[in-house]
């Protein structure tokens, strides 16, 4: 910012959230990430379709759609809803990254995924978030109902309702672990699976390596990120973040009969997603889950490396998650 722009009234800098956001006293936000778009298309190398739809005119939450190459038109395929990351703040499935891999997902899995737009903090503070994600869920798990005159029709025609997931990295995966818990608790339609990719939970008291070097400065870094965007619960033991906290609702009423755990063996936030995976493990849960760690990679870098190998390995992993004929053993652990 040049010294003329900063004069400017309102210019005043309220709080720096680096390296996502910049929020001015005037109330401007200047996101800083994931900030570009990239409009719906059909993908002439994989045959991927996509289409933006509104889903809620008043709140303004949407989706983007991603159809796979038909091999037939009464193809009956699984169901991927999809949060993306972004510490609540930033991103979008309308952003090139997020858009570049899901239809990644979808041409390796042969899966519809629904890639749900929801509002941001600070704007619009947690619960927001969550409130937009199961409106989308609902809406998505509606159309296994008689068709009615606004029906999406790749949904009620291609999609099988007996397999559902959820699935989202970081901030979108801690969106859909709260989903598939809220799911456990409703009549109805059960998901199929969960799977969560660099899981953003957190807690007020450090485990594992999170206060150790070089891993201190980035622990100050995410210790502030649940306060900021949830001002009306600011405590980092929140069940929402930190599922095992002493007060969160036991993990046995997971709404799905299958998760499965990405981390990153250089993320601050590894070992929270391998404490998740054990404590499923002894919940009482009575599904299987299977846990993946990348070793030499850091946090969310299939986004950034989408071509690496490790980067392919993951969505190949993904792939077949979700279109396990079987259940794989219980608390099945590899590393990439």
Known sequence: MSAMESSKPGSEI?????????????????RLVLTDFIPASVDPKTGVSSKDVVISPDSG?????FLPNLTHNNQKLPLLIYFHGGGFCVGSPFNSAYHH????????????????????APEHPIPACYDD?????????SHSAAQKEEAEPWLTNHVDFNRVFLAGESAGANIAHNMAMRMGAEPGLKLLGLALVHPFFWGSEPIGSEAKAPNQNRKASVDRIWPYTCPSNPDNDDPRINPMAANA???????????L???????VLRDRGWLYYEALGRSGW???VEFRETEEEDHCFHLYKPKSMKAIDLVTCLATFLNQERPPLPKLLLKL
């Open 14 to 30: 309220d709080h720096d959230f680096l390296p996502y956001l910049r929020v001015y006293k005037d109330g401007r936000v200047e």
């Open 101 to 120: 891999h899901l239809k990644s997902i979808v041409a390796k899995s042969n899966v519809i995924a629904v890639s749900v737009e929801y509002r941001l």
């Open 286 to 288: 009575m599904g299987t």
């Open 133 to 141: 994600s199961w409106a989308a869920l609902q809406w998505a798990l």
């Open 249 to 259: 609702p036991s993990l046995v009423e997971l709404g799905c009969s299958r998760v």
């Open 61 to 65: 939450v949407s989706a983007r759609i």
């Open 261 to 267: 755990v990405f981390v990153a063996a250089e993320d």
